[in-house]
């Protein structure tokens, strides 16, 4: 209902609402008055999306922290690790043990609320598209090595353990809450 060009009166949520200078649909402090019904369904999809990313990336950090850690302990514990003249098989066993930590913490926390398949299915899909991820990692540091021709401990670090993380990244996360854990289970 309009009042005069000073006032204007609307009803909001907790009944008639005037504005001072004429400005239609707000309250005296500014704000929009509040929605008369539910969240919009995309308001609840965003912010579960944001509950997952957040625990993706949780979980990932901790994977890491299990691989990283796992192959530092299995080449340099004590000057000589049990595996230090097989460095390739240490970062194997790393590796899978930090991926392997990684699942359990998507199945069980991150994506807990999706529903549960088979799971040696889950693993197994799970692992193949870690390996695909490792594989997008290792063509970042190539093309740093080999198109770039950059050579130094930093350029390796940032194009594969940035780079090559982030972009591997952002690949599980739209992969596994796709395939790994659907929101609805499929045929």
């Known amino acids: ?42 308001h609840g999809r965003g912010r579960a999306l944001g509950r997952e990313a957040s625990g993706f990336a949780v979980v990932g950090a901790v994977g890491l922290l299990v ?4 192959y530092n302990l299995l080449v340099h514990l ?8 097989q460095p390739l098989v240490a970062k194997t066993l790393s590796l899978v043990a930090g ?10 926390w991150t994506y807990r609320d ?12 799970y692992m193949a ?8 990692s290792l063509l970042c540091l190539w093309a740093s090595r080999y198109v770039l021709d950059l050579r130094s401990p930093v350029a390796d670090n940032v194009s594969a353990n940035v780079v090559g993380l982030v972009l591997g990244s952002l690949f599980r996360f739209v ?5 790994v854990f659907p929101e609805e289970r499929t045929a």
């Open 1 to 42: 209902m309009r009042g005069t060009p000073a006032e204007v009166s609307h009803e909001g949520a907790a009944g008639p609402v005037s504005t001072p200078g004429g400005e239609e649909g707000r309250p005296p402090d500014g704000r929009r008055p509040a929605a008369d019904g539910p969240v919009p369904p995309s």
């Open 67 to 70: 691989d990283i850690g796992g």
């Open 78 to 85: 004590g000057g000589n690790g049990v595996l230090d003249d």
């Open 99 to 108: 991926t392997s930590v990684a699942y359990v913490g998507n199945r069980f």
């Open 114 to 125: 999706r529903p549960r398949g088979r799971l040696a299915r889950e693993y197994v899909l």
């Open 129 to 136: 598209l870690s390996s695909v991820a490792l594989v997008i």
């Open 175 to 179: 992969t596994y809450r796709r395939f």
